[in-house]
T-cell receptor, first 112, second 116 residues
Framework: QKEVEQNSGPLSVPEGAIASLNCTYS??????FFWYRQYSGKSPELIMS????GDKEDGRFTAQLNKASQYVSLLIRDSQPSDSATYLC????????????FGTGTQLKVEL | GAVVSQHPSWVICKSGTSVKIECRSL??????MFWYRQFPKQSLMLMAT?????????EQGVEKDKFLINHASLTLSTLTVTSAHPEDSSFYIC????????????FGSGTQLSVL
């Protein structure tokens, strides 16, 4: 069973702080990794994708991938109340079909 | 970004009835569509993958006779929950993919199904 693990939270951070979200996955053969943001009752929206070891930055978001340790993280700088949502980590384990396996999500609360 | 329209957004039905959910890609042709189910505070669980003109591929544990998927065109896929029961109450989300990578994967707005 290929798994994606996330701490369900909630993770509470004050406005303006850095929020750090972590995800581990079980299959070393995984090829691509994604972070989605999901507001309550809404569908997920893609925030970041990462394919290679290291950091990838996009605005206030930085994705970090460490394939040796099988973890991927998302950093949100200067957190805003509008960032409050559930963040889903998703992994494409390869093997064709482009199927994604999702973690259970981490709920982030950015407090004023 | 591309738009995927899913409707209805919510539906309440009686136990034993069937419910059809539509998923349309409005401004692109979707090579593949995926159907997910999400229970409260849980992750998205892939139910099936459908390609236009061919039978859907169901994930282990998903009853293909209960969750009928029709992918008649490159812009439309439907999921029919047959003989729905209260345990089928969930949030159903479709996603449509254009191109060969998950970067081109777009989600519908979801359908909240409540079976009484």
């Amino acid at each position: 069973q290929k798994e994606v693990e996330q701490n369900s939270g909630p993770l509470s951070v004050p406005e303006g702080a850095i929020a750090s979200l972590n995800c581990t996955y079980s299959d070393r053969g995984s090829q691509s990794f994604f972070w989605y943001r999901q507001y309550s009752g809404k569908s997920p929206e893609l925030i970041m994708s990462i394919y290679s070891n290291g950091d990838k930055e996009d605005g206030r978001f930085t994705a970090q991938l460490n394939k040796a340790s099988q973890y991927v993280s998302l950093l949100i700088r200067d957190s805003q109340p509008s960032d409050s949502a559930t963040y889903l980590c998703a992994v494409n384990y390869g093997g064709g079909g482009n199927k994604l396996t999702f973690g259970t999500g981490t709920q982030l609360k950015v407090e004023l | 970004g591309a738009v995927v329209s899913q409707h209805p957004s919510w539906v309440i039905c009686k136990s034993g009835t069937s419910v059809k959910i539509e998923c349309r890609s409005l401004d692109f042709q979707a090579t593949t569509m995926f159907w997910y189910r999400q229970f409260p505070k849980q992750s998205l669980m892939l139910m099936a993958t459908s390609n236009e003109g061919s039978k859907a591929t169901y994930e282990q544990g998903v009853e293909k006779d209960k969750f009928l998927i029709n992918h008649a065109s490159l812009t439309l896929s439907t999921l029919t929950v047959t003989s729905a029961h209260p345990e089928d109450s969930s949030f159903y989300i479709c996603s449509a993919q254009t191109g060969s990578t998950n970067e081109k994967l777009f989600f519908g707005s979801g359908t909240q199904l409540s079976v009484l």
